[in-house]
């Protein structure tokens, strides 16, 4: 701050001694040339009488007083051309003798040209005038360097004192700031570094009143704090030392308990919390590790999926904890029939999946006997006693698939052939495999059918046995593929149920059908037709308004349709079966319940239903003559439908004595090849007449 205050005290001393030169020199220069414009004009007024006589002895005396004036250097008169008119030069001037040397010319112009050019002359010029006419030039040039010098000099001077001025100030600005500021911050800054250096107790002391003074006591004050907080600080570093240990301990005693509870979790994600069997996630992981062992060895691996039997009406009939019980009683009878190396498994609701490692088909069916064989003792469920069975479907690595996940889907699809057979556990075929790419191709065939109206509708007639005559025909779909000729509705109905197609072939069904009646009637003939629909179709929200748009289109009587429902269908959901049916629409309808006798019907269902006639399923009726139970089972229907108000149809009817047979155990219409095959709507009316003809006949 000393410096920088001196320094700047210096610039600006200087600084003025400097302007105050400048102005001096100025001065001088002006002086000079006021001087030379005065002998300028004295010399032109002195000369005029002298050019008038071009006396050039008289000019070049006057231009010797000229120069002899003190300070002059040169003078000169030139023409207007610019020559000069005197020749007196002053050689003993220093100027004069270097001008020669460098001209090597006595020219007066010419040594007045180069005067001009030096820094230190000053020269000037004043013309020569008679009458307003300009004669000639007076040029006068004059040394100011000793002016110049005079002026250094006191310049020099002038910066001398002030340097010592500022010297002394600069010492007395020293003395005082040291005294005051520099001596108080010293003693701060060190006492600042002892703090630094945690040295507490060393008082820092500045004498007299001022910021400095306070700011020193609050450096003791904060020394003392600082003191203080240390000293509690140790205290707590300590006290921290000893709880860390205490933690330490805690987070080891955590750790253990944190590392049971990942077994425990791990346990979790890997089983099932019901049953306690490894879930679906394990399972597969389990088969993967033994399919990958099986290809090394060349060994076979068998996964069985077992779905059981009427769970969903023991949870419908006694509740989910029931269910659940039944659960558990089946996870814990299925390891019995098990092997040690096996790995039985919950995936899900009621389905379990069974790895059986270095297994064959052979074996893999037996084990499936031993499973079902488990589960025929009858289950205790809150006081009832429920018998369970299970559908079993068995897929083997590497005869249906080399990995698991191709492994589970076949057992899987061989399981739902199995629930559908009611039989015994199944083997996958990939001829029953609805997901084939042949499959696929033959549902895109279908698709492009229904869209260019390529099925073809047939009817076959039903009779009743007490008059003989028919009573109505049955709507039947039929299917000429270009490629494969004929294919079976049970081939073509299943692969639309699967799809959206059934949908639309139903629909396309109704229309025929509905219009083929409005085409008999026109003949003079009231055939009533029957229609299969499927579950998907039953709950179709726009069905009523489609059968209705339908009739009023041809003027058909709806009472005229008979909706064929299969016994299935009306136990998956009897209570939304029942609500669409009492639809206004779709009560004005008939119906019939189809396949009778092959599902598990309720008989307080059946009782609410609008039903009036009941099918006897075929596969009871063509095995009746041969087989004693067929034809228990046909009268007990009979006489169950005959007890409901209901009238009884018999499908498959091919022989005279499965006829007379029917006709002993009361039945009231038959259908079947032993009358007529389905024929097309346009040959139907002749088909009728032929059978009647042939009734009346016999």
Known sequence: MVLLMSGILLVAMITNAYMQFRDEVSTMEQVLKVRAQSLGQMLSSVSIDALIDYDVTKLNKYIQDVTNQAQVVHAVIVDTQGNSLTTYLDLNDIYIQNTLDTLNDVDSALIVSELEKMAELVSYTVPVLYEEEMLARAVVVLDNSDYVAASVAK??????????????????????????????????????????????????????????????????????????????????????????????????????????????IARQAMHDPLTELPNRTLLVERLKQNIYLARRKEKHVAFLMLDLNNFKEVNDTLGHPQGDRLLLDVASRLPTALRQSDTVGRLGGDEFGIVLPETDSVQAL??????????????????????????????????????????????????????????????????????????????????????????????????????????????????????????????????????????????WALEKSISSIASWKQQGADIMVSINLSARDLLNAELADHISRLCDKYDVEPSMLRIEISESVIMSNPEQVIEVINNPVLKQLKYAIDD???????????????????????????????????????????????????????????????????????????????????????????????????????
Not at 173 to 189: E, T
Not at 644 to 654: F, N, S, Y
């Open 155 to 264: 310049f020099q001077e002038k910066v001398l004192s002030t340097l010592l001025i500022g010297l002394f100030v600069a010492m007395g600005a020293y003395f005082v700031f040291s005294r005051y500021i520099l001596r108080p911050i010293m003693s701060l800054s060190a006492g600042a570094n002892r703090i630094a250096n945690s040295i507490f107790g060393d008082e820092i002391k500045v004498q007299g009143d001022s910021e400095l003074t306070d700011l020193a006591a609050d450096f003791n004050q904060m020394s003392e704090n600082l003191e203080l907080l240390i000293a509690d600080r140790d205290s707590a570093l300590e006290d921290l030392g000893e709880l860390n240990i205490e933690l330490e301990k805690r987070v080891q005693e955590r750790t253990i308990e944190l590392q049971a509870l990942n077994v425990e």
């Open 366 to 507: 037996e084990v499936a006997r031993k499973i079902t064989e488990s589960l025929q003792p009858s289950f205790e469920l809150d006081g009832h006693a429920v018998s369970v069975g299970a559908s079993i479907g068995i897929a083997l690595f590497p005869e249906h698939a080399d990995d698991e996940a191709s492994l589970i889907r076949y057992a899987d699809i061989a399981m739902y052939e199995a629930k559908r057979s009611k039989g015994d556990p199944c083997l996958y075929d990939p001829d029953a495999d609805n997901y084939t790419t042949a499959r696929l191709s033959l549902m895109n065939d279908l698709r492009e059918a229904v869209e260019n109206d390529e099925l073809q509708l047939y009817f076959q007639p039903t009779v009743v046995l007490s008059t003989k005559k028919v009573h109505t025909v049955e709507a039947l779909s039929r299917w000429e593929h270009p490629e494969r000729g004929n294919i079976l509705p049970e081939e073509f109905i299943p692969l639309a149920e699967t799809s959206n197609l059934i949908g639309l072939i139903s629909f």
């Open 596 to 698: 009778f006798g092959t599902g598990y019907s309720s008989l307080s269902y059946l009782k609410k239903l609008p039903i009036d006639e009941v099918k006897i399923d075929r596969s009871f009726v063509l095995d009746m003559m041969q087989n004693a139970e067929d034809t228990s089972i046909v009268r007990s229907v009979i006489e169950l439908a005959h007890n409901l108000g209901h009238k009884v149809v018999a499908e498959g009817v091919e022989t005279e004595a499965t006829l007379t047979q029917l006709e002993l155990l009361g039945c009231d219409v038959v259908q079947g090849f032993y009358f007529s095959e389905a024929v097309a709507a346009d040959v139907l009316l002749d088909k009728i007449d032929e059978i009647e003809e042939e009734s009346e006949e016999s």
